[in-house]
């Protein structure tokens, strides 16, 4: 999800939190929300208290969420750039692995044709052995 559509969902969960109760909402409340758990919700938050978005407030017990400036979100980027990055590197890993795969698949066809090889090749010497056994 894009920095955007993630501050426009938090904020609008702290509203609707804040509207039902007349307080403002602790985090697992805001989180149970938005079916997240409370460290990637707290680390939302924290990105979003940077840009002075969100306020948090901390006591003994909890950690309640405050509404700041909700315009800072329009400056927030709308498209998700670390996404697109994963996907690539996943991709770019994919064909690694699979150029690993083939690698590693040819190294076992060679063991593979050596260990005939030399099956055979002491198969021949045994067989000369013998007839030479034979013949003396």
Partial sequence: MDP????HLFVAAIRLLHHKKQSPPAIEDVCTTLDL??????A???KLEK????????DPFSIKLGIDNHLEIENLPREQ??????SKDLEKF???????DKKVEAIQ?????KKQNLHSDIESKLRQELN?????
């Fill in 4 to 7: 955007y559509t993630e501050a």
């Fill in 37 to 42: 758990s409370v460290e990637a919700g707290l």
């Fill in 44 to 46: 939302v938050c924290r």
């Fill in 51 to 58: 840009r002075s978005i969100v306020t948090i407030s901390e």
């Fill in 81 to 86: 750039e670390a996404g697109d990055s994963l």
């Fill in 94 to 100: 994919m064909a690694k692995k699979k150029d690993m």
């Fill in 109 to 113: 066809a060679e063991l593979q044709k």
């Fill in 132 to 136: 030479k056994m034979k013949k003396g």
